[in-house]
């Protein structure tokens, strides 16, 4: 069970969506905390953004630059569509005139005189704008004119001890620039939170956040995808199944074809996954449809996401088979969203879904498994990111039909790409098999994890009248083989149709 932090009134919000969910509630007032990463990681837009949440609320904020100057934080608050208005800016940087040399300290070593005078000008803009909220940004900057890592320790304590008992909540931005990579503000700060940018084979770099401490709080851990887009931060919590966990009656969900629903034990069970396996081209996303479709017919929402497949030709292949999804998306009961592989991360795509689930989803559909895992080839642990996910929409009553394509065509191997017993709770396999001169499809359920099934074969088409189920195919043998044998005098009666 989650741990609860339960004096929220205690913390300030960091105004990025989702940071203060693994955050335990946000930051607690009145205390410093590091923000620490490369260059390019979103520091100085994360900071305009918890200075954005005070003047929101009213209060007074600073951002201390030792720097960039007040045209550059303009330019990155513009780039967000922000305005600098409410925030007060102090850049304590040196000018063009330290190098003149008549400015050239002889005497006293020039970090003795730029230290006093920095520390200085902080303290008074403190004192002249009493700020709840305070920015300084960077500490590489502070460490360079400290030079000696106990003047730099003794420095930042007494920043800290200053700025707390004048009641400030203040972020230390560090870039890792400076000449040592000590961890001196680790272990002084309250919280730390790091930002990492990692570099992939193909498609664009993935940012991850983690909360590397944070005293008395019971926060999220682990790395936690982010992207900064237009308007600022997006952390997308790593999900944790066992945090949510929730009791529902549980239904079954027709497909809308008795034979289907009769092969499925009476239809797919509410809470359950369920895979459908099989060759290119043997009906899985027409399927998936078919149980989106019928599930909409009876007023319940549902989205699918598309990993392969436009969604302009899952909507023309679909209306011909009779399956009128458009309706369904014109009435709001149906969302298609199509993932691009290359600029998704695995903790934006799980947000997505759960979102879908939030907005009242009750069937749910990824095609395809093969496309989710061959889009993000550089992330590890896939199998267990989908596991976690498919574990937190059943625990509420979510129907969820994942689709996996089978290497080959007729006869071959029948495996697949991830451990099926691991990811789903059940399995329905389509095949093609060969018979008097055609290729023709079957389809059988493999696995149930609730509840009982056939076991038998049926014979599946898919025509302008729509998705069919026939007869248990009795008198064949090896049609999972894509060769089988069978009795000549007794297979006219399962292929007399046109279609068949």
Avoid at 45 to 72: C, D, K, N
Avoid at 102 to 130: A, C, N, V, W
Wanted: net charge negative; glycine share 10%; with cysteine.
């Amino acid at each position: 069970m989650e741990i609860q932090n339960s004096d929220t009134s205690r913390f300030l919000s960091t105004g990025v969506p989702g940071l203060d969910t693994i955050l335990g509630g946000g930051l607690t007032s009145d205390r410093l905390f590091l923000i620490e990463g490369e260059p390019g990681t979103g520091k100085t837009t994360l900071a305009l953004q918890f200075l954005y949440e005070g003047v929101r609320r009213g209060e007074s904020v600073i951002y201390i630059t030792l720097a960039e100057t007040r045209v550059e934080l303009k330019a990155v608050a513009q780039s967000h569509g922000w305005s600098m208005d409410g925030i007060h800016v102090e850049d304590i940087i040196p000018n063009e005139n330290i190098l003149h040399p008549d400015h050239q300290f002889t005497i006293f070593h020039p970090s003795e005189i730029e230290m006093g005078m920095t520390t200085q000008r902080i303290l008074d803009t403190i004192e002249k704008y009493k700020p709840t909220r305070v920015v300084l940004d960077s500490l590489s900057e502070l460490q360079l004119l400290a030079e000696s890592p106990l003047r730099y320790r003794r420095q930042v304590l007494a920043l800290k001890q200053y700025l707390s008992g004048k009641g400030c909540t203040t972020l230390f931005l560090d870039d890792r620039t400076a000449l040592s990579g000590d961890l001196q503000v680790r272990s002084v700060a309250h919280g730390v939170i790091t930002l990492e940018l990692i570099n992939q084979d193909y498609g664009s770099e993935r940012r991850r956040v983690r909360i590397v401490k944070y005293r008395g709080i019971a926060f999220r851990g682990g790395s936690h995808d982010y992207k900064i887009v237009t308007g600022g931060l997006v952390v997308f919590p790593r999900l944790i199944a066992a945090h949510t966990r929730v009791h529902t009656e549980r239904k079954q969900l027709s497909s809308g074809i008795a034979q289907l629903d009769a092969l499925t034990g009476g239809g797919l069970d509410e809470g359950t996954s369920t895979l459908l396996s099989g060759p290119p081209g043997t009906g899985k996303s027409s399927l998936c449809a078919q149980y989106v479709y019928a599930a909409t017919q009876r007023g319940q929402k549902a989205a699918m996401f598309l990993f392969e497949e436009a969604a302009n030709n899952l909507l023309l292949r679909s209306t011909g088979l009779g399956i009128d999804l458009q309706g369904a998306i014109d009435s709001g009961l149906l969302t298609i969203k199509q993932i691009d592989p290359a600029e998704m991360a695995p903790g934006e795509f799980m947000q997505a879904v759960t979102d879908a689930e939030a907005g009242g989803a009750r069937v749910i559909v990824i095609d395809s498994l093969n496309g989710y895992l061959k889009a993000m080839p550089d992330e590890r642990f896939l199998a267990t990111h989908m596991h976690e996910l498919l574990t937190y929409l059943g625990q509420r009553g979510v129907v969820t039909i994942l689709v996996g394509v089978q290497p080959g065509v007729i006869g071959g191997s029948m495996s697949t790409t991830v451990d099926a017993s691991y990811i789903a709770d059940s399995v329905i396999m389509l095949r093609y098999f060969e018979a008097r001169g055609k290729v023709r499809q079957a389809i059988s359920v493999f696995k149930k994890r609730v509840g009982l099934h056939e076991r038998t074969i049926r014979l599946f088409s898919m025509s302008a009248r729509g998705i069919q189920v026939g007869e248990v195919l009795t008198n064949f043998h090896g049609i999972l083989t894509g060769v089988p044998t069978f009795d000549d005098s007794q297979c006219h009666v399962l292929f007399d149709d046109e279609n068949g």
